[in-house]
């Protein structure tokens, strides 16, 4: 038998939770070290999961399945395929960077790592599900632990808010989702959760055009789309620097992926009677979005809405339809999650040192923290879409696919290119070349070696990806020939 | 060898990266050593582009050296660069002007490895520009070249001047790098979505091929608009973002706040390379890629260029910072690059337009040496009088005789004294455009005119008049250093212009050959 290494990536941050809490609480030292042991057994699994996948051979791959409840066609059947590979990864390395920034955690270190490990084990669970059920499953496993990590561990003033009002959209979406999940399960007539299986199911167009919104919006909400998109700045600011990292690096992508896993594969027909309307409100997320940022003035609320930007854009390749829109969509959520990874450390570090996110308050933190300005440069650019960094990569094809199929919206979402590079060099010229105001010399400290792996290892996937895109590109591209053969190559 | 010779361009290409790599092992601390060790490497690109000038056979047409991989397999994108003539001189341009640059900047003492390191990021994509032919590669070194110039500018250039914007009193040079920054993504918006189509259109981004097939789509419709229609808009975005970048008039207002807030190194490499990104961008994707659209619209981009050259004189003739008077020159100066340009695309395929062309190449590697030598005199007159006010010099020649022979020399080059090269390449540029476009001939002589005024205002301003006595014992000589920086420059100009044939005979046969002239 071959080796159950998805299971064990999956199953990793669950079993290190439960013996993190089995250290006596006031051993922190040890509990940090086993949660960073155990994140980088998961990363190192990760890495090999992305770089053994069989291009060439594409399709699904380290596929186990198991019969779980086989009475109701439920089975435990996890596998990847190119699409969801490479988010695969993305995990793996948030959650080790997570662990690293967050050595610092004071406050019932213990408690905090393992809700972390058990979110992580939901997101985990939810890239590599086949199975319909399987992905609900993991996905409440996700949404639970992020309630309590921002209501105990968050920004005191808007903490218990932020928490609920997250938690909320997210289980409304869920509900939603979960609708539609049920009347295919009935409709298909397989009695099966499989969700190969599943693809072939042949709904017929009328059921598929009434079904196809429940699930899309109801995982689309935690992708963050427009209208529903502002639990996510919110929840972003309020939460703890890993938990944001989390949250918008990894959590968003949650949504976005199982909208197209359940939403576009399974009820393609549906798909492409709604995605020309779908695309509006997702071109609103790109530009509004980005507008938004640019007026903010907390720092960590610019970050915030740039995620809601940058998830529209995610969206709007979706909605393409096209090979191209997919592709760029697909690394766009790779490339995506790294970038806003990068960017919340960097806040959270800021903060850390000068206790306020207020813009016009900082300045001339490169004096003290070179790296971490080089850092969020790195972020800066790759989220304005600089060729030579990832968010090229992906941005180029997503306007690809936009010509191939709404060319006019190209133009309208070329412009959030320009306010986001606006914004972002405002922060950096201000926050980090600006000048030091006087109560902060001689206060701020450089941030400690840990932190500076974190971020020199996000920022150089940032860099690698955008000047050798075959790292990554034709896997995702294997990924979306899957999606446009039950799409019946459209 | 092979080895070198198979990968020439590469090797050009990322020299300058690895180089930026080495400086970021040694000690912050160690400026002098940074300084020596980049002046260095930045040698070697140098040598390797006069090897690569040497191994160029300009008698064989198309282009040289070539090297292709697979870089974006989904969208048909490669890593595909090649030099023909234009593109050669345009290389050995850039890595001529970077290593004096580099010797240049040796009395910077802010974070000399950061700066250097820039410079080499900043050298990459400029070479990147001119030396791929694949239409998305092209895009990525276009615009990553802005984020070393922002950074030069936004923290290297000068530190005492404000700026009142909206009633709030900001650092200038925060406002030049913001204004440039913003102006050229902006411009290169409509560049990106026309890429985009292109590629989407066709299927391909790799120029050899574009060049067949694009400008051969001339019937039918594209997303239900009129092929017509699409294409005029996509010429237009194109036009815009190298006009941007030139700059041509009215599109110009960016130039003269970067060029006089940069870095003394950062303006000579601004107009001496970046400038010329723009044109090539004329040369290598505007005339090949849209020949009926240019041949359209080429009547309103002459008309730009000779307001440009008109205005900018004017303008440059209206200064009293002399730093700003040359930035002004450079919109001048360029402009002739423009109305050779748009001349030539009138009438392709006349022997007229071949002499236009090769006039407009000319020019752009000519204004690179005057360009980059004018602003590297005003900085070192700067540094010594922490002035760039004309009216506060005044009769310094006695004081610095070499200095003024130098200066002297650097602006006759600029205002187009025959024995020296800019004289060459306008005389070509106006001999190719009065066939073709007499008018606009005739009024950019207007130009002409008042570049001998504010050439001689500058020269003046400095040089003679009553000796302002608060310089005496503060103006030194210009040094050993400095004359090393000047003098590969002024040896050039010298040399093209009494016998220009060894780099017109490069350029020439490349125009002919490419534009398909005869």
Redesign the interface.
């Known amino acids: 038998m071959q080796f159950p290494v998805l299971s064990v990536i999956v199953f990793t941050p669950i079993i290190a939770a439960i013996i993190i809490l089995l250290i006596p609480s006031d051993r922190k030292t040890e509990t940090r070290v086993a949660a960073l042991a155990a994140a980088t057994f998961a990363l190192g699994l990760s890495i090999w999961v992305y770089f053994s996948y069989d291009v060439q051979a594409s399709g699904y791959q380290f596929v186990e399945k198991y019969a779980w409840l086989p009475q109701f066609g439920i089975s435990y059947f996890v596998g990847v395929d190119g699409m969801s590979a490479p988010l695969v990864l993305l995990t793996g390395l948030v959650m080790f960077t997570g662990v690293l920034i967050s050595w610092g955690i004071d406050d019932r270190p213990r408690e905090f790592f393992a809700f972390l490990f058990i979110l992580a084990t939901g997101v985990f669970g939810v890239f590599v599900a086949l199975d319909l059920f399987m992905l609900f499953f993991f996905y409440e496993i996700a949404v639970f632990p992020m309630y309590l990590l921002i209501a105990i561990w968050g920004w005191k003033v808007t903490r218990e808010y932020a928490a609920m009002k997250l938690t909320l959209y997210l289980f409304i979406g869920s509900v939603i989702a979960l609708v539609g999940a049920l009347g295919m399960y009935y409709a298909s007539g397989l009695g099966t959760f499989d969700m190969i299986a599943l693809e072939g199911a042949g709904f017929s167009a009328a059921f598929q055009k009434i079904v196809f919104p429940f699930v899309f919006f109801g995982f689309a909400i935690l992708g963050g789309i427009f209208p529903f998109h502002n639990w996510s700045p919110d929840g972003h600011v309020a939460a703890p620097t890993a938990v944001s990292m989390f949250h918008a690096g990894v959590l968003m992508k949650l949504g976005a992926f199982a909208a197209l896993r359940v939403g576009i594969m399974l009820l393609p027909e549906g798909a492409k009677y709604h995605m020309s309307w779908i695309i509006l409100l997702t071109l609103v997320n790109v530009v509004y979005g980005a507008f938004i940022a640019f007026v903010q003035t907390d720092f960590k609320y610019v970050i915030g809405f740039s995620s809601v930007s940058h998830m529209g854009l995610v969206l709007m390749g979706f909605a393409t339809l096209t ?2 829109g997919l ?1 760029g969509a697909g690394v766009q959520m790779f490339s995506h999650g790294i970038m806003t990874a990068l960017f919340f450390a960097v806040v959270g570090m800021v903060y850390d040192q000068t206790h306020t996110r207020e813009i016009p308050k900082l300045g001339g933190v490169r004096l003290v923290m070179p790296i971490v300005t080089i850092a969020f440069i790195v972020g800066g ?1 790759v989220s ?1 879409g ?3 960094f990832s968010g ?2 992906a941005e ?2 997503i ?2 696919g936009l ?2 199929s709404y ?1 006019w919206i ?2 309208v979402a ?2 959030s ?2 306010i986001t ?2 914004y972002i ?2 922060i950096i ?1 201000k926050v980090f ?1 600006g000048k030091i105001p006087e109560e902060f010399k001689g206060h701020l400290q450089d941030v400690r070696v840990l932190d500076k792996v974190a971020l020199v290892l996000l920022s150089a996937i940032l860099i690698i990806v955008g000047i050798y ?2 790292i990554m ?2 896997m995702v ?1 294997s990924g ?1 020939e899957n999606v446009l053969r039950l799409l019946g190559g459209a | 060898m092979e080895f070198i010779t198979e990968h020439l361009l590469s090797l050009i290409l990322f020299t300058p990266v690895l180089s930026a790599v080495v400086l970021m092992f040694i000690a912050g601390d160690q400026d002098k050593l940074i300084r020596w060790v980049a002046l260095g490497l930045s040698l070697i690109p140098l040598a390797l582009s006069i090897f690569l000038w040497v191994n160029f056979n300009s008698d064989q047409a198309g282009f040289q050296f070539q090297e292709q991989y697979t870089w974006y397999s989904p969208i048909n994108a490669s890593y595909h660069v090649g030099v023909d003539g234009i593109s050669l001189t345009m290389v050995l341009l850039t890595t001529l002007l970077t290593p004096l640059s580099i010797l240049a900047s040796f009395t910077i003492k802010d974070r000399v490895k950061t700066y250097m390191v820039l410079f080499f990021l900043l050298e990459m994509g400029m070479l990147g520009v001119f030396l791929s032919l694949d239409l998305l590669i092209f895009f990525v070194f276009w615009e990553f070249g802005l984020v070393p110039m922002y950074f030069l500018i936004n923290q290297w250039g000068s530190e005492k001047d404000t700026r009142k914007i909206f009633g709030r009193e900001i650092n200038a040079r925060t406002y030049a790098s913001y204004k440039f920054m913003i102006y050229t993504i902006a411009g290169s918006l409509g560049l990106l979505l026309a890429i985009q189509m292109i590629g989407v259109v066709t299927g391909t981004f790799d120029l050899l091929e574009l060049y067949r097939v694009w400008p051969s789509i001339s019937e039918g419709t594209l997303f239900g608009v009129p092929v017509v229609t699409v294409k005029a808009f996509a010429f237009w975005a194109f036009v815009v973002a190298f006009a941007i970048k030139v700059p041509v008039w009215p599109f110009h207002t960016w130039l003269p706040d970067a060029h006089t807030e940069a870095p003394t190194a950062g303006s000579m490499i601004l107009a001496g390379v970046l400038l010329k990104l723009g044109a090539y961008g004329f040369l290598r994707f505007v005339l090949p890629l849209y020949p009926e659209e240019s041949h359209r619209y080429a009547l309103v981009l002459g008309f730009l260029a000779v307001m440009g050259i008109i205005w900018g004189a004017f303008s440059a003739y209206g200064q009293t910072d002399f730093k700003r008077l040359v930035a002004y020159s450079s919109v001048s100066h360029m402009g002739f690059v423009v109305l050779g340009i748009a001349a030539a695309a009138y009438a392709i395929n006349t022997q007229d337009a071949a002499i236009a062309l090769e006039g407009a190449v000319l020019q752009m590697f000519n204004h690179g040496l005057s360009a980059a030598a004018m602003f590297f005199l005003v900085g070192v007159l700067y540094e010594r009088t922490h002035t760039r006010n004309l009216n506060e010099y005044g009769g310094l020649f006695p004081l610095i005789p070499v200095y003024g022979g130098i200066l002297i020399f650097t602006s006759m080059a600029s205002l187009g004294l025959p024995g020296l090269n800019g004289f060459i390449s306008e005389f070509l540029v106006v001999r190719g455009t009065w066939p073709i476009f007499t008018l606009f001939t005739i009024l950019s002589t207007i130009g002409l005119l008042f570049t001998g005024a504010y050439i001689l205002k500058g020269i003046m301003g400095v040089l003679h008049g009553p000796l302002n006595k608060d310089w005496i014992g503060h103006v030194s000589e210009i040094n050993p250093r400095e004359i090393f920086v000047i003098a590969p420059l002024m040896v050039l100009m010298l040399w093209i212009g009494v016998w220009p044939a060894w780099i017109l005979n490069v350029i020439d046969k490349a125009v002919i050959w490419f534009y398909g002239i005869y």
Do not use: N
């Open positions: 090979s191209d592709l650019l304005m600089m060729p030579g090229f990569v180029f094809p306007f690809m010509w191939d060319p190209a133009w070329v412009i290119i320009v590079a606006a060099i405002r010229g070349f895109p075959t590109v034709p591209q979306v």
